[in-house]
Structure formats: C-alpha cells, structure tokens
C-alpha cells in the first residue's frame, strides 16, 4: 500500500499544497509564502537545489520529504539535510514517517554521507520522541541562527563598503 517516488515536475502543485499544509501544522501558515514558480525553479531546473520524494497510501498522497546536501568540512563528507517530512494526519500512525526516514537513511548511506539531519520544534513532543526511537540525537548543545529579510539585505549591504 506504501509508495515512496521521486517527485516530477507534474508534482509541484501537490508539493506546494504539502508545504502550506505542513506550515498549517506548525501554526505558521501565513510564512509560507513559497510558489509554484519556486518549486519549478529550485528543484526542478537544470541544477536543482533540493530533492523531494512523494509517500503514497494506496495511490492518494500521503506526504513528502524535501531534502538537500550540504557539507561537513570535519568529516569531509556531504551530509544529507532534510528541510521538511509531514505526513498528512489521515495517514498517520501506518508507519510512512519511519519509511520515508529509512528511505532518506538509506539515501544518505548508499551516497557515502557522514550523517543525516534535521530540525524539529521543540514543542512538537510526539516527533522528538519519535525521532530518538529512531536513534536520532537532540543537539541541545548547538542554537540556529538565521538572517533573513531586511537584516539580510543590510548585511549583504556592509560587504559593498
């Protein structure tokens, strides 16, 4: 009954609806401002910038993964980074978010990455636990940092001086 793919171009208004609907979990519906046009662009272009795989239930969609590679300068490896997993909550509790984990593991893995990561927001209990039953660590230890909008347009500023 479970399927995981990669996502097609024909995807794209499947996957931004998966976006807004993930956003709408997370009580934060109205940051997701990303577009068709975007999705077209930055992951299905010439040089995509991230991957994204489809979880189907007996062929409805079931949810995504979006996943991109960075690179650890200590290990000397890329890593495998993932952005986004939501499962639609009528499909939940079948085992797709584990699957689509193991896919992107096994992604990781067969493409010689030195670890696989992601973010979770501390509220979201049920998923934290989930995760460490996977063996997955919390890095309480590390704080993310982030610039964007006009605080990101004035320090791109200060390299023009």
């Known amino acids: 009954m479970l399927c995981i793919r990669p996502a097609v171009a024909d995807d794209i208004p499947l996957i931004v609806q998966l976006i807004r609907e993930l956003a709408d979990y997370e009580k934060a519906l109205e940051q997701a401002v990303v577009s068709e046009e975007d999705i077209r662009r930055d992951g299905f272009s010439r040089n995509p910038k991230f991957r994204v795989v489809i979880a189907e239930w007996g062929g409805e969609a079931a949810g995504f993964a979006l996943f991109f590679y960075n690179y650890s300068t200590w290990l000397g490896r890329a890593g495998l980074y ?19 984990l193991t896919f992107l593991a096994r992604a990781a893995v067969e493409e010689g990455c030195g670890r696989f990561e992601w973010q979770v927001l501390d509220w979201n209990t049920p998923a934290v ?24 347009e004035i320090l791109a500023s200060l390299s023009e001086s």
């Not at 993932?82 to 689509?100: H, Q, S, T």
Request: some cysteine; hydrophobic content about 45%; overall charge positive.
């Open 82 to 100: 993932l952005e986004d997993l939501f499962v639609r909550p009528a499909f939940r509790r079948k085992g797709i978010g584990k699957a689509l």
């Open 129 to 152: 636990e989930f995760y460490k039953s996977l063996g997955a660590c919390v890095m309480s230890e590390w704080t993310t940092m982030r610039v964007a909008g006009e605080p990101l």
